[in-house]
Every structure is written in C-alpha cells, then in structure tokens.
C-alpha cells in the first residue's frame, strides 16, 4: 500500500469517527477533511476548491431557494395536500403513502428537488397526525432514493452506465429497462420500512413543534386547556352562527377550529355556520361546558308553571338620565342599578333614539333613554333618588317596541347537587351568558321578584328568566353538546401556514395601559382571540375581556396570519415571532408553481443543466416577488452546502491515489470464482461502500471500468454488472453525506449521524437481497 493511499484512509477513518461521535458539527468536519487533502497534497488547490463550484452544491443551495418559494406562496402545501387525507390513518399507512409518492415523483423529477418539494408537506403531515416529524421524513428521503433510479434519464448512475456501455461498442440501455429491478427493490424497500424499518426511527418529543412554537405551547400548557365538542342531530345551535351559538360569552370559550367530514378550518369567523356532526375544538376551562352539560345542573321546565307569579310583581318603565344624575359617566355594570336598587335595565338609547350597539359597555350620558323593569316601589325610588326622570310606565307592547323583541317568560329549576347551588346569580352566568335575565326566583312556593345578583342559588329553586326562546334555545343547545376524546398532538393540528399562535406584547410606546380588551373591542379590530395574558410569572385563561392591561403583559394569541402582519404594524403592540406574522403570498402561488415546472422541463429535456435552471428559477422567484433577497438568503441552509462542497474533494483523492481500483478489482477477485451471484454481492457490496462517501457521478466513472473488465475475464453479460453498479449507485442509504436528500432532512428532523446507519444499513440489505437474486434472472450472466 502507498504512502498516499495509507495517508487518505487515515483522514477517511478521522472524519467518519467525528461524523459518528457528533462532537463537532458535520460542516466543520467538511472543512477539517478539506484542509487535510489540501496540506497533505492529495488534491491540488484546484481541486480542493471545486466543490464550491460544483453543479451539485449549487443545485443544492438554488433548490433550497426554490423550495422557499414554494412554501411562502403556500403552493409546497397543496402539491402535498393530498397527502393530508391520510393524517388520521395508522402510522404503517403514512409511511406507505409517504414513499410511494416520493418514490413516484422521483422518476420523472430530480431526487433532491422531489424532497425539496414534499418536505413542507411531510412537517404539516407531521403536524396533523401528532407525530414527530422525525418519523417521517427519513421515510421521505428514503422514498426518493428508492424511485430515483425508475427511468434511464432520472439519476446520474442511469446516465453513466449507459453511456458507458455504448462507448465500448455494447448496446446501450433502454430508458425504461431499469424499471422492473428499480420497482422491485421499491416495493420491498416500502415493505421493509412500513413492517420493520419504522420501528428503529428516532422519536424526539418535541419536534413536531419546532422554535418559539414549541415553547409557547409548554410555557401556556397549551395542549391542556383544549378541549373537544360535537354538535349532535337535532340540536338548536344546528344553522346557528359561531356568534349566536354563544360558545364564548356562554363557556368562556375560544373556538379554534371546526371539523366538519375531516375538513378543518382555522381560526373561524363569527360569522361562520356551525352544523349538525361538526367537532368544536376550543380553548379555556372546561368548568363551564361541565357545569351546563346535559341535565343535572340547569332542567328546563315549562313557562306555565310561572305565569302570573312573577309578572305581577313587576312593572316596566320608560325614563330619562338627567343633568346632575349620579349616573354620568358609568356603565350599567358600575351603575348600581340591579345591584343596588333591584332596577333592571332592558334598553338603552341615546337622546337621539338611537340605540346603544353595546348597551353593557356604553357611559351613561345627559338625555340617555333606559327602559326600566323592576318592582313599582323599586322604580319610583330611583326617581326620587334623582338617578333618573321623566319615569313613564310602559305596556308589553312599548316593551317590545322599544327593545325590539317580545321578552318571554321562561323557568329552568336547579336540581339537588347542582353545581350551580350555592353560587350567586352573577356566578351563574344566565344573564351575560345567554342573554337571559333572572327576574324572579320561586323557592318553596314563594316567589321573589328581582331579586339581588347576590342572592344565593339553593336547591330545588325554579329560576324565572326574562328573554327570547332562542335564548333559552341556545342554552338547551349548549346542554346538548357531546364532549369528545381529545385526540393525540390535537395541538399541532391548529397551526397551519395560514393560522396558528404566536405571543404578543405591549409595546413602551403603547397608550393601552389601564383598558381592556372588551373596550379595545380587541376581537372585533384585529380579527384574533387572545387565549390567556401572562402577568408576573403565570397565566391566565378567564375574564380576560376586563381584565385591564398592564405594562409587561404578554398575550397568547390564535388566528389568521395576516390578521397578525396587521398586529405587527400597531406601534401598541410587539409580535414576538416575526415567522409567525408572515402570512403566505397565496396570489404567487401560480407564478411560484410556474417556475418550478419550467426549472424542471428545462432539466428533463435538456435545454439546461439543473444546476443552471435551478439558478434561473431562483432568481425568478425573487424578481416576481415570492420571496425576497433576505427571505431566499436566510432559506440556504449553509452547514448543508458548505458539507457537500467540502466533502467532494474526496472523491478526487480517492481517484487520485488509485485506492478505489485496488480495493475493487482486489474483492472482485476474491470472488470471481464462486458464480454470478456472488459477483453481483461483491460488486454491489464496493459500490454501495463507496457510494456513502463518495459522490455517485465520480463513483460510478471508476467502477464502471472494473465491471466491464470483470465481465470481460469473466465472460458474464456486461450488462449485468453494469446495471449492478447503477443499481448500487443509487443505494444512498445508510449516511447522511451520501446524498443531499438526506442532508435536507437532518435538520428538520432533527437526525443524527447514526440514525441514518440504523435505518439506512438495513435498507441497503434489502436493495442487495433483491438484486442478488432478480438481477440474474433479468440479465442472464451467460445469456
């Protein structure tokens, strides 16, 4: 053995200890094996520096460009879309799924470009099934890897080999006569990994959320305060409005996403029609939804059972706020009226007659007109009290006029071991809940009417509300709701490229301090739900609408991301995640889509090489405006090109040295004389070694000589051999080094060095079962 050979597996054996030991980073190790060739004169300058212009690295870097592209439109996630159908299946079936579409799509597209393409897909399959995507995405690379070789344009080993044969004066390759090896070592490839395979991937908690998402879901528990309802046949919120169905005034509640037939929709508008067998997946407490849920807690009785005995009792009036009135300047909350004086407000107008939009939040003005109900005595005392003038009684009929509605009579009963027994009428929520008012309470026969929001629930007592059957409806429909299993990794399930939940904060220069949401009408202006306020170091999840804000607060919000570009540009507050803020430029979908098509026709036909279609493309994506210059600058993920570029000198060396002809020809040998099937086994056996360092271009030029040589002093069918090396070529199985499919995963995935040698080792085995024994049945050895 020479010096030189002696000296190139010295640094082989350094750089691949340091890959496997994982102590440094894999791109330094590139550039310490670089150095070494350098120094140590086993490739010239030249050489060495070719990487950096080599056509794969920058294919490499272009496509990462291009797939950014893709995934800021939004287009990366339809071209996978269908695969989000199979989210709720079986992890078996999602891997067969997986692979079968890479390993399709990698016969007519470029391997790399193909896991550049379906990655964003995969992380949001990721997402939706619960799953990290670390059990996914190797899966992914490898499905490109096993297709690559269908056709004999899809992979440089194709093209090599064929172009070998016919410069030895042998008949060439079909295009498609390496389909049936390919889609054999295919199947079994996708058998193997759906039965065994999966079973030895890497399964990191955690990585299906990645960056400042996971660690807001752990910082709010997000996961644990989410919970799941379906609306069943018959219900009354059936054809109803998120906004009527009262879901959040009612349960204190904010509602996520709506299921309907495994279609979801984010971050739903108020607007928004719910039906029967839809799934409410929502955020908060679930105290409420169990205190209203079925019976047991609030029955609802007949109306006939009260007629009479409160009615009587009360008295409806029409009267003004004068100058002067200790009522200027409050809401109805801070009024005292129903607290204090057993006064019930049910309409509030301004001097104009105009009613108010928001009655509960409005300031009582000079000339305000209330419509009043209450005992007689309790509203003439306001009057003289001078909180108000002008009273004048009103008929059921004014009544209606004035507030827009017939108010009905309505009795719901508190049953024995009701959660509600106990807690006074504002805890009950009837009121601001449901839009019902609690205008009398019969206990043991004796009715109370208007009684203090203070007063006590006991049971047994039947409650009297005030309001509209719809109300009282929609209550019964909130009782009905069925509350459902959450499933697995439900949250990673609401992010989307269109909506998810980021953190907001108020900004130094905010005027904000002191107000709440409710009056910011929060919800109404920017379009997202704010799920809980962290304040001194914990959060909280209710009353959230009054709670006044204060300087250090930091929000948890959920919605569209575009709604939070429009946050961003409000000087009162401060997005934490700008990622999160970027909404996805879904009106360049089409142009993105366009030029991905057209980088791929030129590469198929050959009106450019890949390398420079994917620059073109590049460059179109950021002209038209897909992307910009930072947004493509900070896509490139350098440790993976600054590897490959560092990495492919070594081929040089190994060329340069002869070490690869004496190692081959040396096990060639070895086995020449035991039969076809054990020089297929040996000859596949040096490739494949080969092909997990070295680039599969440089690889398939040196052994190509030796198969043909073997063939020859053999007298075995030289295309036999020849689709040997091709076939092994192609089996980058077991490094992450050996294509640059597998580096586009590692990251996302969060791979180490061994997982891709516990998973891709046995692949490889299989690839070389299955060529062993179909390879001489398909090219006879002395046929």
Known sequence: ????????????????????????????????????????????????LSGFSSPAVVTVWALFILSAGLTRTGMAQQLGRPLQYFAARGEVVLVVVLMTVASLLSALINTV????????????????????????????????????????????????????????????????????????????????????????????AGAALTGGSAALHETYQFETHILTVRIPAGSALDGRTLAESR??????????????????TLAPRPDHVLQAGDIIIAHGSPDLLHRYHASQHLQVESPELVQGMISCCLAAAEAAVPPGSPLLGATLAESGLRREHR?????????????????????????????????????????RQGLVSDLRPLTEDEVAQRTGERAELLAVRVPPGSVLAGHDLVESRLGNAFGLTVVGIVRDGTPLGMPSPQERVRPGDLL?????????????????????????????????????????????RTSLVGRTLAELLFRERYGISVLAVWRKGRAFRTGLQDMPLQFGDALLVYGQRRAFETLARDPDFLVLDAAAAQAPRLEKARLAALIMVSVILAAITGLAPISIAAIAGAALMVLVGCLGMEEAYRAIEWKVVFLIACMLPLGAAIENTGAAQMGARALIDAVGHMG?????????????????????????????????????SLGMSPHLLMMTVAVSASASFASPLSHPAHLLVMGPGGYRFMDYVKVGVPVTLVALAVAVWLLPILWPPFG
């Open 113 to 204: 470009t193909v896991a550049a393409i379906l990655l964003p897909s995969t992380m949001e399959l990721a997402r939706r099934s619960g799953r990290s995507p670390s059990r996914l995405l190797l899966p992914l690379a490898l499905g490109c890897l096993l297709g690559g070789p269908f056709t004999g344009i899809s992979t440089p080993p194709n093209i090599l080999v064929t172009d070998a044969l016919q410069n030895a004066g042998l008949r060439p390759f079909a295009i498609f006569d390496f389909t049936p090896i390919t889609a054999a070592i295919v199947a079994a490839g996708i058998a193997f990994m759906a039965l065994f395979g999966r079973r030895l991937l890497p399964d990191r």
């Open 247 to 264: 879901l959040g005034s009612a349960l204190s509640l904010t509602v996520l996403c709506i299921k309907r037939r495994d279609a979801l």
């Open 343 to 383: 006064v019930h407000v049910l309409a509030l107008a301004g001097p104009d007659g105009a009613q108010a939009r928001d009655p509960r939040r409005r300031r009582l003005a000079a000339g305000d007109r209330l419509v009043l109900q209450g005992e007689r005595e309790a509203l003439e005392a306001v009057s």
């Open 464 to 508: 009297v509300l005030e309001g509209a059957r719809r109300d009282l409806d929609i209550l019964k429909g909130i009782q009905e709701l069925d509350i459902t299993e959450q499933s697995p990794g439900l949250a990673a399930e609401l992010e989307s490229h269109q909506a998810g939940v980021t953190e907001v904060l108020l900004s130094p």
């Open 1 to 48: 053995m020479s010096f030189d050979i002696a000296l190139l597996f010295a640094i082989v054996g350094a750089a691949l200890i340091l890959f496997v030991g994982g102590w440094i980073r894999v791109d330094l190790v590139g550039l310490l094996v670089l150095s070494a060739l350098a120094l140590t004169g086993l490739v010239s300058a030249q050489e060495a």
């Open 676 to 712: 076809p099937r054990w020089v297929v086994a040996a000859l596949f056996g040096v490739t494949v070694i080969g092909t997990q360092i070295i680039p599969t271009a440089a690889l398939v030029v040196l052994m190509a000589p030796v198969a043909l040589s073997a063939a020859d």
